[in-house]
């Protein structure tokens, strides 16, 4: 069991490191690294270094002298030299360590991906290269050689001298060992340049292997986009000569920043209309973003240790959706990001995993890379923008910039920025950072005719999460407009301040008692509990003037539906005829539309189920997701079939927001549809269509109605050899399949040979696809966890992060009845018992089943 750190337990490194040099020799068996580091003392301690078990340490000097064994301890994680030993001031510290590559299956550290080297160092994976001090306060610039008789080989920074077999690259940015990169392929790139505001011209590459070449630029145009707006929106320029992507096929997770050599999983660089949905271009452009902009807010400034880490993560999400928002449409991608931010944030939030976004303590960080740090992190700075508003904001973010360059931050240093930019005090604010949990916001309110008032009576509690049973109130930013009861607005959007854990708000001279309109953008990341009746929701619905609430109150309207259905009523007309009028709506934006369609999942009927005090059923809401979809196709049927002919999206196709949106609106109504027509539409796309989105639209309404046998046998016969469309294909069986079939069909998937189980993305495909079909993990015989806990039991060895990962599928087991919570409770302690079970993994289960 890996023991615990805590934030409170930080000090400082007592040594500075003024240089960093290394050479290495690239064999898939044994790479030979030889490190210099020249370390200046800032302190009073020994000198400790980080290393893994994996190192073969064949010297170690200081000053080029070997050192005497007497004066060095090493363990299987650090390597001690006592201050005796050690020159006063100065000195420079060498090894010689030989690597592993090939058997490095963990994906941590430098490892072999297709016959490519490369290397990921996020969290702590550069102790698995040499010695160092892995921390990220600790920073240097690098200069490193790399020799391999490949024909690309990259690292940071800008290239500065190359031969036969070797380059040598020099970073002049001090960075932490995490963001160190080293690349070395057979590998071919897609180049363009990129002039800064400044005038200095940078040399772009998309590297790839060389049969994909032809599906690379699609994440070069996004990476100029991204480098343009970091410009204008933020005012940061590029800061090297070169800057380089590489794209690999074994990825722990999507991307990594390291500076100036950004490494990419290869499904968030290579596109091509055939291959890649509109979904996975919109994502490509997003994280080509992100790991982009993570030059200045992550990079530039980094984090103190790993407890700050939504410092640079919270921060460069919010960039990143910023972004997503002006090149597409705002609206859309502002409702996109509430439903990711619900569907795994306020889930985890709600379960055994809860933490703050700057957690106070971990076993494996690892295991804190979670919708609570990134997504929940970057609401926080949305909600502390619209507190100090547009102008405060850049404010703010300039003095940053300016006054931490160069350093490794905490949000204590964020936040006095905010403070000293605005002359706001954001010490309560502050418990957003600090306090796990998503706080219920309940709205009362008081009519009063005759005075023409309304008053708006708000509590806010947040239930107890592990370790946290204290929740004072928090600012909560809540805004909210007033709409008519026949749908003008009769006060356009204010945002309240909430700061008491009872706050009453009153709008005086009112004429007619209007419809609230709450939490307009969604001001805040907060679970609302109001009484309103499905009248009112649709007035929303119709009229609201801003997009998020009303496509709200669709949602709610059909959260009712389906609470309603699944336990044994049924859906309110209103619901049905309100959408109606969306769908006979021309002005709308058809993404808009297909968002305002897409019904609520399972996993998300089955939160609000117990959020309101019962327990769950899968089945049943299953059963009551497919009768609800049925009864709107039958009620709708003109409009949705005139719809799908109206949407199609003639000539070529384009990647962009608006023949997307057409797409997305055509195969919602799609799916509506095949509830009429046995699928007959599908089976028709499917033959016809020419772009994977359309493709796998009419694929996934198929596979749903156990009809895809041809088109599945034709998805392999033409797509055999391409890795990302075969994981498609192993996706997309287990996830759509009526909960029935899908466990025996994923079982069969998990015997074929090309199940390459240790490549994450295929790994994930299959057990994850199967975990995301809501009755099928929920099934009552425990099929589905023990599918689910049996692979995790297998990977885990060969890769435990990915493993520890993926056991979050495991999180919402309290919420369900007592048969499942007993199966899903002996599938975790089949896995606790492994008794070499990994330190990511232990955590996560203990965590999970405390
Ligand atoms: N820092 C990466 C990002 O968010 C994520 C990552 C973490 C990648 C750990 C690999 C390992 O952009
Ligand atoms: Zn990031």
Not at 143 to 166: C, F, H, I, K, M
Not at 429 to 452: I, N, Q
Not at 522 to 541: G, H
């Amino acid at each position: 069991m890996a023991e615990t750190r805590f934030l409170r337990d930080y000090s400082p490194y007592p040594f500075r490191v003024r240089k960093t040099r290394l050479d290495v020799t690239l064999a898939p068996q044994g790479t030979v690294v030889s490190s210099r580091i020249e370390f200046e003392r800032a302190g009073p301690g020994p000198l400790v270094l980080d290393g893994g078990a994996g190192l073969r340490t064949r010297s170690v000097t200081i000053d080029g002298a070997p050192l005497d064994a007497a004066h060095l301890i090493m363990t299987g994680e650090t390597l001690t030299i006592a201050e005796a030993a050690l020159p006063a001031r100065s000195f420079t510290f060498g090894a010689e360590v030989e690597i592993d590559p090939e058997a490095n299956t963990a994906l941590e550290g430098l490892y072999l991906s297709g016959g490519i080297f490369c290397t990921q160092c996020e969290a702590e994976g550069f102790r698995h290269i040499t010695w160092y001090p892995d921390r990220p306060d600790v920073m240097a610039p690098f200069r490193v050689t790399v020799r391999s008789d490949l024909p690309v080989l990259l690292s940071n920074g800008n290239p500065v001298a190359q031969g036969e077999g070797w380059a040598e690259w020099h970073d002049p940015w001090p960075k932490p060992a995490y963001l160190f990169a080293l690349v070395a392929g057979d590998l071919k790139a897609v180049s363009d340049s990129f002039t800064t505001m400044s005038g200095r011209k940078v040399a772009l590459n998309v590297w790839v292997r060389p049969a994909d070449l032809d599906r690379a630029d699609f994440a070069m145009e996004a990476l100029k986009k991204s480098m343009r707006w970091d410009e204008t929106a933020y005012g940061r320029e590029y800061d090297l000569d070169v800057f380089n992507i590489v794209a690999v096929d074994d990825f722990n997770m999507g991307a990594m920043e390291n500076k100036g050599l950004n490494i990419f999983n290869s499904k968030l660089v290579l596109a091509s209309p055939e291959t890649a949905t509109d979904v996975d271009y919109e994502r490509i452009e997003a994280v080509i973003a992100h790991e982009y902009f993570h030059n200045w807010t992550g990079n530039r400034i980094t984090c103190r240790d790993w407890f700050q880490l939504c410092l640079k993560e919270g921060l460069t999400v919010f960039r990143d959706q910023q972004f997503t928002a002006d090149v597409r449409s705002a609206a859309v991608k502002r409702i996109e990001d509430v439903v990711t931010l619900r569907g795994r944030q306020f889930r985890e939030d709600a379960g055994p995993l809860a933490h703050p976004p700057r957690p106070d303590r971990y076993e494996e960080i690892n295991n804190f890379y979670t919708a609570t740090v990134y997504e929940k992190g970057a609401e926080v700075i949305g909600m502390l923008k619209r507190l100090v508003g547009d102008e405060g904001y850049r404010k703010s973010l300039d003095l940053y910039f300016d006054r931490h360059d160069g350093q490794a931050c905490t949000i204590e240093d964020w936040l006095k920025v905010f403070e000293d930019a605005t002359g706001r005090d954001l010490a309560q604010f502050k418990r957003w950072y600090t306090d796990a949990g998503t706080p219920k916001l309940s709205l009362s309110e008081d009519w009063d005719g005759e005075a023409g008032r309304l008053t708006l009576r708000f509590i806010q509690a947040t239930a107890p999460t592990p370790g946290q049973s204290d929740k004072p109130p928090r600012v909560i930013p809540i805004a909210v407009g007033l709409i008519s009861q026949n749908g003008d607005e009769v006060m356009p959007t204010r945002v309240l301040e909430m700061t008491e854990a009872r706050q009453d708000f009153g709008f005086d001279g009112l004429g007619s008692r209007p419809v609230v309109s709450l939490l307009r953008g969604f001001s805040a990341p907060v679970t609302v509990d109001r009484a309103m009746t499905a009248a009112e929701r649709a007035v929303l619905l119709a009229h609201d003037t801003d997009s998020f609430a009303r496509w709200q109150a669709g949602h709610d309207l059909a959260m009712d539906a389906l609470v309603a259905m699944a336990q044994g009523g049924s859906a309110d007309p209103v619901f049905t005829h309100a959408l109606g009028g969306v769908l006979d709506d021309a002005s709308l934006d058809p993404a808009f539309v297909a968002l305002v369609l897409r019904l609520p999942g399972e996993d998300e009927i089955a939160a609000e189920i117990a959020t309101r005090g019962t327990t769950p059923d899968p089945d049943a809401i299953h059963r009551a997701r497919e009768a609800l979809a049925a009864e709107l196709a039958s009620e709708h049927e003109r409009s949705l079939s005139d719809l799908y002919d109206r949407m199609e999206v003639p000539g070529a196709y384009s990647p962009e927001a608006e023949p997307a949106g057409r797409r997305s609106l055509r195969l919602a109504a799609l799916g509506l549809l095949s509830r009429l027509d046995g699928g007959q539409r599908a089976q028709a796309l499917w033959d016809s269509a020419s772009n994977m989105t359309e493709k796998m639209g009419a694929l996934a309404v198929l596979v749903r109605l156990d009809r895809a046998g041809a088109a599945l046998a034709g998805m392999e016969a033409h797509f055999g050899d391409n890795r990302l469309v075969m994981d498609k294909f192993f996706s997309v069986q287990p996830m759509a399949a009526p909960p029935a079939r899908a466990v025996p069909v994923a079982k069969a998937l998990a015997d074929r040979p090309d199940f390459d189980w240790k490549n994450p993305n295929r790994f994930r495909s299959l057990i994850g696809g199967l975990a995301a079909n809501h009755a099928a993990f929920h099934a009552l015989d425990g099929s589905g966890y023990d599918f689910v806990a049996d692979w995790l039991m297998r990977l885990d060895p060969v890769n435990p992060q990915t493993a520890a990962r993926l056991s979050t599928v495991f999180e919402t087991w309290p919420r369900y009845d007592a048969d499942r919570r007993a199966r899903a409770r002996a599938a975790l302690e089949r896995l606790a018992a492994l008794p070499s079970l990994s330190g990511n993994t232990g955590e996560m289960v203990r965590r999970i089943l405390a």
